[in-house]
């Protein structure tokens, strides 16, 4: 089974419209997609893919394109972080928003959901809220839709 996939491909995945993807890279409204040069095919790797998917899933319910990107671009760079280091992907990654507007992410393993402050650029900052993202079932997701691609031939 492919762990990639072109635009096209990703957004079927994703279950995102593709001219609404095409819409908000052009607006800068989701900024952590894949880079690309001109006439170079975007390729979404598997952290990417989750990104997208969790992308998507975030918008529905909600969510505006930029608050969702911030989300989003949060956990691909901690599953991004794990694949370069050889590490499997985390099965949960934990996002926390403070009183200050300001947020953070990491692996759930290493955040206490019932906690009440984080750090961030050194001053102490009260957690509101804590959502908790199992990656291990958008992942799930995704490498269904890649299952899918892989018996679909068609254009990109």
């Given at each position: 089974m492919p762990n990639a996939a072109r635009t096209a491909a990703a957004c079927r995945i994703?279950?995102?419209?593709r001219q609404k993807f095409n819409d908000l890279m052009a607006s800068g409204d989701y900024d952590c997609a894949p880079?690309?040069?001109?006439?170079?095919?975007?390729?979404?790797?598997?952290?990417?893919?989750?990104g997208l998917f969790l992308f998507a899933r975030l918008t529905?319910?909600?969510?505006?394109a930029?608050?969702?990107?911030?989300?989003?671009?949060?956990?691909?760079?901690?599953l991004a972080n794990a694949v370069i280091g050889g590490r499997d992907l985390p099965e949960h990654?934990?996002?926390?928003?403070?009183?200050?507007?300001?947020?953070?992410?990491a692996e759930a393993s290493d955040v206490n959901p019932l906690g009440n402050v984080y750090l961030a650029g050194g001053a102490s900052n009260p957690i509101l809220?804590?959502?908790?993202?199992?990656?291990?079932?958008?992942?799930?997701e995704v490498d269904r839709g890649l299952a899918e691609e892989a018996r679909v031939v068609g254009d990109d």
């Open positions: 994703a279950r995102l419209d880079r690309t040069s001109p006439g170079v095919p975007r390729v979404f790797e598997r952290p990417d893919l989750i529905e319910r909600g969510r505006t930029r608050q969702a990107s911030d989300v989003t671009c949060r956990v691909v760079g901690i990654v934990a996002v926390a928003y403070g009183v200050n507007g300001g947020s953070f992410a809220l804590t959502e908790v993202w199992n990656i291990a079932n958008l992942g799930a």
